[in-house]
């Protein structure tokens, strides 16, 4: 069956950096896209961008480019997405999500807490 | 603030029909389709809808979907108490060049 699972959670200072990892299984992986969508403490969905495992592109939401960086490990079925220059308001849980037209399967997110 | 709207709360007793709004723009709804999805309380989304009014294998009939012009809506008849959940419309945005997403509705089974 399709899995995307995550890496777990994270505690960060302001101003670092956080990779998150997606491990997909269960279906080719360079036949459908990733996208990473993040939901902040009892608020809704915010979609970041996509990418794709077959040829390495990406696409990013305005409002995170120049901060995030999605990359992708064929070898392992893994993509990353790196957030950087984090704020106390970058604190949330983040999914990954495959498809391209709609988004079928989900990780189980990854929580990210930026504190000092 | 969501590029679509929906309504933050809904509710209704068991075996009751509701219905969940969500309201766009020409920019995205009125171009693209609407997918849906139901987030249970401490889980991932999980995919409810997708093209407007599709059902993934696996989700009950009880949900269905429809889009007019720049709006669409989320039916849910048979109301169970296992649907409490956030309810959450998205769909692609031409301006923006991004998937957006509603605000979410958190429905409750009274």
């Known amino acids: 069956q399709v899995q995307l699972v995550q890496s777990g959670a994270e505690v960060k200072k302001p101003g670092a950096s956080v990779k998150v990892s997606c491990k997909a299984s269960g279906y080719t992986f360079t036949r459908y896209d990733i996208n990473w969508v993040r939901q902040a403490p009892g608020q809704g969905l915010e979609w970041m961008g996509w990418m794709s495992p077959n040829t390495g592109k990406t696409v990013y939401a305005q409002k995170f480019q120049g901060r995030v960086t999605m990359t992708r490990d064929t070898s392992i079925t893994t993509v990353h997405m790196e957030l950087s220059s984090l704020r106390s308001d970058d604190t949330a849980v983040y999914y990954c999500?495959?498809?391209?037209?709609?988004?079928?399967?989900w990780g189980q997110g990854a929580l990210v807490t930026v504190s000092s | 603030q969501s590029v679509l709207t929906q309504p933050p709360s809904a509710s209704g007793t068991p075996g009751q029909r509701v219905t969940i709004s969500c309201s766009g723009s020409s920019s995205d709804i009125g171009t693209y389709p609407v997918n849906w999805y139901q987030q249970l309380p401490g889980t991932a989304p999980n995919l409810l809808i997708y093209s407007n009014n599709q059902r993934p294998s696996g989700v009950s009939d009880r949900f269905s979907g429809s889009k007019s012009g720049t709006s669409a809506s989320l039916a849910i008849s048979g109301l169970q108490s296992e649907d409490e959940a956030d309810y959450y419309c998205a769909t692609r945005n031409d301006s923006l060049n991004t998937w957006v997403f509603g605000g979410g509705t958190k429905l409750t089974v009274l």
């Open positions: 999500a495959r498809g391209s037209y709609y988004f079928d399967s």
